[in-house]
């Protein structure tokens, strides 16, 4: 039985706590926060505590908190037998030479979301071989997508991360925007925000694009420019179009 | 029962066919294309032509071919008797005073993949009030979702469909290439790309968005630009980065 330490009560925090808490690998022994009232959904099920001075021995401290922080919290705990991993994307692993990992899961989480965490893709990455193994396990554990990533990829996962997610919500809620100033529901897209995402990952999206930029449709181009009346739209059009045809040849 | 005669052969005529196939209210007359090979899908089941002069009596001819070249099939066919509709997302309705129409399916259509039809929306529009009602019946015998959307919003919603479809498939393919530079699987990033599009078909994308951006988290921002090494994907950073800021204020 794997032994937990959660540090941070956050979204990724909370979500991983419910996850743990199905898996006969492990267990959370104790969760930290600095605030009281976050860890008021824990309390029930474990202990908890506001001192970082005050955590448990445990196999693991997993650290989930905001990434500007995690250093600081390594920092504060390093002294600690267990191996001590964080769960950003972002975040470098810290190569101490003692037992660092990361334990990275790849998803967007909302506060009232019931997710299947069994689908969510894992990536670990740890200073030495056995501690990555016991990662490993614990991974297994929890989902049926493990990788073994390592920081200098997880940089770039991180960074596509933002181009397939947050970027691609950006433009839902510019299509959004356009349908509310000609008072169509938004919801009339939904089939097709779908299946253009599902199209996308049962292919390389690459190979299929449409639309008016790689049929290099002139005339539509020229006509949807002149309907957009927000300048940043017409500049993410614009560049976006230049962008697929230029890949295209 | 309602008599079609199909205009068209390609990827949205396809899945039309198939479609009226499955309903108790029509029944497909005759399908028209100018080359034949692309009839000896259609043969087996209707009859077909590659002669416009031939067209037979109908109580709807559909129009599906490049939107380029709709006017021009109207206008060669616009002495027929009956209702006469289109299925671009692009070209308005023709006003002639006579029977026209739009049966707009919102999807994005490939050859091989098979389609749940009575999931798609179909934007009907008509001259008069009879013709529409006559779409309606049709539309409703093989999808669960049909609006009556005038040119003006259909408009909007093609436009908005380059956003949340042509555009969100280029950040995919960003999002693919930047994994490949750095030897990750593409794949640990599908089940974000799902989430996300649940998550905007559940939300108003704008209340959901994540990142960097909305976080105004100027360190992680840096960072993700250094890494980029292709000048149009900075140039698609940069200016989503700041949309997203401009329009969260």
């Known amino acids: 039985m794997i032994k937990i330490v959660l540090i941070g009560a956050g979204n990724v925090a909370s979500h991983l706590f419910k996850a743990f808490q199905t898996s006969e690998k492990c267990s959370v ?41 995690v250093e600081n919290v390594i920092e504060q705990i390093k002294h600690k037998n267990g191996l001590i991993v964080h769960t950003s994307g972002s975040v470098p692993m810290l190569n101490s030479g003692k037992r660092n990992g990361v334990f990275y899961p790849l998803q967007t989480f909302s506060k009232n979301t019931e997710i299947d965490f069994s689908k969510i893709p894992l990536c670990i990455e740890a200073e030495n071989e056995n501690d990555l193994q016991i990662l490993e396990e614990l991974a297994n554990s929890i989902s049926k997508s493990v990788y073994k990533i390592s920081s200098e990829q997880r940089k770039s996962l991180h960074l596509s991360a933002v181009f397939v997610c947050n970027f691609v919500n950006h433009l839902y809620s510019i299509g ?18 779908k299946e253009t995402t599902r199209k996308a990952t049962l292919n390389s999206p690459a190979k299929v694009q449409t639309g008016p930029a790689i049929r290099n449709d002139k005339k539509t181009i020229a006509f949807h420019l002149q309907q957009l009346n927000k300048a940043d739209y017409s500049k993410i059009y614009t560049l976006l179009t230049d962008s697929i045809q230029h890949k295209n040849g």
């Open 176 to 193: 959004e925007d356009l349908c509310k100033e000609n008072k169509v529901p938004f919801e009339i897209l939904h089939e097709l925000m």
């Open 29 to 69: 022994a104790q969760v930290f926060s600095r605030t009281k009232t976050s860890l008021e959904n824990f309390e029930t099920s474990t202990e908890t505590t506001t001192d970082l001075k005050k955590l448990k021995e445990a196999d693991i401290y997993i650290i989930s908190v905001k990434d500007d922080e």
